[in-house]
């Protein structure tokens, strides 16, 4: 461990030196970012058997930043965590909280075209699909390679990845590929402004490709075996068969055999004075990794209007399909939920983070989002948000455990899923330093309790608040030495 230091410490000289002889810029940064917690019902309804707790979570970052005529890079190492979820009075780390979250590097070719390539975050457009999933201490970045061009001129930028995934070690031939990220992923992004960049328009399609789960078959055996049966002086006066019944499983894997998703849309905004419209729709298609087709569907926007200087108003809506229980022959071959890939959910689907996983796992009834939000600027400093959202369901029906013969799989439900409200305030005393802090409340229906897999007037007031603290020093700036 001291040797691998050492080796950081002289590469960062042998960095620090060549960025003052080539020109280059290179700072070392970091981030502070715990987050005291109050969960009442967070993401998910209570009754009266769970108990509302605190807790404190958060993350340090420390990041390294490299960037000349030619070569941009990155490496950030993270620790994400729960207050004490270590020994305080051990070194042995119980769990490994320490990990590298960015390590990259990208070649210009020219000033229009480079590549890019390592282990970086992806975020596109409101990054409904593909997001670095900011709000979880952990975040979310992948490993991928980059074409990426632009014509800065023209207002025209445009992205081709592609994610080659397999286990390691490296082995001479394929093997399964047991983890629960996609096994390949391929996608491209165009985006073109026009009109003086008032209006941005952009395409994403994405191509993400799962092997067919394992599958365990459990194998009897039965051997059989010869007693023999003697009397009180040994003598033997018969035998006996006594069976024995052992049961093992086999695993069987299928590395060659692979389902695509492929997902295209875009989206569309535009921005004049005080107004801005923003609009998405997506189309999804191919084969979830259990081998259902799929046909499915999103689309959502809003409007924001400033009525006065320091007030905006914004009104919005989506809709994501879902699956019609009801049909349960279809189900078996067929699924019609939407799944929004790899997002960051949070703030779009509200701060209690109620349909995080039902929006991702493909397998729902849906879900419909009709929000209203007011924000307030006091200062350049300090605002306050309050946002208002109704949500639903896009199908009627909900899967239904089967007790008897004659029970149905399935049950009709109201859509309506209740109501939440999220009010949150942010202070920024200085450029680097920022404080956030919520209220935020549920009031759900006998639906949303199905949903939640309680009872119809047994859930509990639904609520959550923080108090997340950021701060981002720079520790070591090139230009300023």
Same mark, same amino acid.
């Given at each position: 461990?001291?040797?691998?230091?050492?080796?950081?410490?002289?590469?960062?000289?042998?960095?620090?030196?060549?960025?003052?002889?080539?020109?280059?810029?290179?700072?070392?940064?970091?981030?502070?970012?715990?987050?005291?917690?109050?969960?009442?019902?967070?993401?998910?309804?209570?009754?009266?058997?769970?108990?509302?707790?605190?807790?404190?979570?958060?993350?340090?970052?420390?990041?390294?930043?490299?960037?000349?005529?030619?070569?941009?890079?990155?490496?950030?190492?993270?620790?994400?965590?729960?207050?004490?979820?270590?020994?305080?009075?051990?070194?042995?780390?119980?769990?490994?909280?320490?990990?590298?979250?960015?390590?990259?590097?990208?070649?210009?070719?020219?000033?229009?075209?480079?590549?890019?390539?390592?282990?970086?975050?992806?975020?596109?457009?409101?990054?409904?699909?593909?997001?670095?999933?900011?709000?979880?201490?952990?975040?979310?970045?992948?490993?991928?390679?980059?074409?990426?061009?632009?014509?800065?001129?023209?207002?025209?930028?445009?992205?081709?990845?592609?994610?080659?995934?397999?286990?390691?070690?490296?082995?001479?031939?394929?093997?399964?590929?047991?983890?629960?990220?996609?096994?390949?992923?391929?996608?491209?992004?165009?985006?073109?402004?026009?009109?003086?960049?008032?209006?941005?328009?952009?395409?994403?399609?994405?191509?993400?490709?799962?092997?067919?789960?394992?599958?365990?078959?459990?194998?009897?055996?039965?051997?059989?075996?010869?007693?023999? =049966? @003697? *009397?009180? #002086?040994?003598?033997?006066?018969?035998?006996?068969?006594?069976?024995? &019944?052992?049961?093992? $499983?086999?695993? !069987?894997?299928?590395?060659?055999?692979?389902?695509?998703?492929?997902?295209?849309?875009?989206?569309?905004?535009?921005?004049?004075?005080?107004?801005?419209?923003?609009?998405?729709?997506?189309?999804?298609?191919?084969?979830?990794?259990?081998?259902?087709?799929?046909?499915?569907?999103?689309?959502?926007?809003?409007?924001?209007?400033?009525?006065?200087?320091?007030?905006?108003?914004?009104?919005?809506?989506?809709?994501?399909?879902?699956?019609?229980?009801?049909?349960?022959?279809?189900?078996?071959?067929?699924?019609?939920?939407?799944?929004?890939?790899?997002?960051?959910?949070?703030?779009?689907?509200?701060?209690?983070?109620?349909?995080?996983?039902? =929006? @991702? *796992?493909? #397998?729902?009834?849906?879900?419909?989002?009709?929000?209203?939000?007011? &924000?307030?600027?006091? $200062?350049?400093? !300090?605002?306050?948000?309050?946002?208002?959202?109704?949500?639903?369901?896009?199908?009627?029906?909900?899967?239904?455990?089967?007790?008897?013969?004659?029970?149905?799989?399935?049950?009709?439900?109201?859509?309506?899923?209740?109501?939440?409200?999220?009010?949150?305030?942010?202070?920024?005393?200085?450029?680097?330093?920022?404080?956030?802090?919520?209220?935020?409340?549920?009031?759900?229906?006998?639906?949303?309790?199905?949903?939640?897999?309680?009872?119809?007037?047994?859930?509990?007031?639904?609520?959550?608040?923080?108090?997340?603290?950021?701060?981002?020093?720079?520790?070591?700036?090139?230009?300023?030495?």
């Amino acid at each position: 461990m001291r040797q691998f230091a050492k080796n950081i410490i002289l590469l960062l000289c042998g960095v620090i030196i060549l960025s003052g002889n080539l020109k280059a810029q290179f700072t070392i940064s970091g981030e502070f970012r715990p987050r005291l917690e109050y969960r009442d019902g967070y993401s998910r309804l209570r009754d009266s058997s769970q108990t509302p707790y605190i807790d404190i979570l958060g993350r340090n970052r420390l990041v390294f930043d490299y960037r000349s005529e030619k070569f941009m890079a990155k490496f950030s190492l993270q620790q994400a965590y729960v207050f004490g979820e270590n020994n305080y009075a051990s070194d042995t780390i119980t769990r490994n909280t320490v990990n590298i979250f960015e390590g990259w590097f990208r070649y210009s070719f020219t000033k229009s075209f480079a590549l890019k390539i390592g282990r970086t975050e992806l975020i596109y457009d409101d990054g409904r699909l593909l997001g670095n999933s900011n709000w979880s201490p952990k975040g979310a970045s992948h490993d991928v390679g980059l074409f990426q061009w632009e014509a800065a001129a023209n207002g025209y930028k445009g992205d081709f990845g592609f994610a080659i995934n397999n286990t390691a070690p490296a082995t001479p031939f394929l093997t399964s590929y047991p983890l629960k990220n996609y096994k390949y992923m391929g996608y491209l992004y165009e985006q073109k402004k026009f009109f003086k960049d008032k209006l941005t328009v952009s395409v994403l399609a994405i191509l993400d490709v799962f092997q067919k789960a394992n599958t365990i078959n459990s194998i009897k055996t039965i051997h059989r075996d010869t007693l023999y =049966v @003697t *009397n009180t #002086n040994h003598d033997t006066i018969g035998t006996t068969i006594v069976s024995t &019944t052992t049961t093992t $499983s086999a695993t !069987t894997s299928y590395p060659t055999q692979l389902y695509g998703r492929f997902t295209f849309g875009g989206t569309a905004g535009y921005t004049s004075k005080n107004l801005k419209i923003f609009a998405a729709g997506y189309y999804q298609a191919g084969q979830l990794s259990d081998g259902r087709t799929i046909n499915a569907g999103f689309f959502g926007g809003y409007a924001s209007y400033r009525v006065l200087k320091p007030i905006t108003l914004l009104i919005g809506y989506e809709s994501l399909s879902g699956n019609d229980y009801s049909n349960t022959a279809s189900l078996k071959t067929k699924s019609t939920a939407f799944s929004t890939l790899y997002p960051t959910s949070h703030g779009f689907y509200g701060y209690m983070d109620m349909f995080s996983t039902q =929006v @991702t *796992n493909g #397998n729902s009834a849906g879900l419909t989002d009709l929000y209203a939000r007011a &924000t307030v600027l006091f $200062s350049e400093k !300090t605002s306050f948000e309050a946002t208002w959202r109704m949500f639903g369901l896009a199908k009627g029906y909900l899967p239904a455990t089967v007790k008897k013969t004659g029970d149905l799989p399935y049950a009709a439900v109201k859509k309506n899923l209740g109501s939440e409200v999220d009010l949150m305030f942010v202070y920024k005393p200085f450029n680097n330093f920022e404080v956030n802090a919520a209220y935020c409340f549920f009031l759900p229906t006998s639906t949303m309790e199905r949903l939640n897999g309680l009872n119809a007037g047994t859930s509990k007031w639904a609520q959550y608040a923080y108090i997340m603290l950021t701060y981002k020093p720079t520790f070591f700036n090139s230009d300023k030495h």
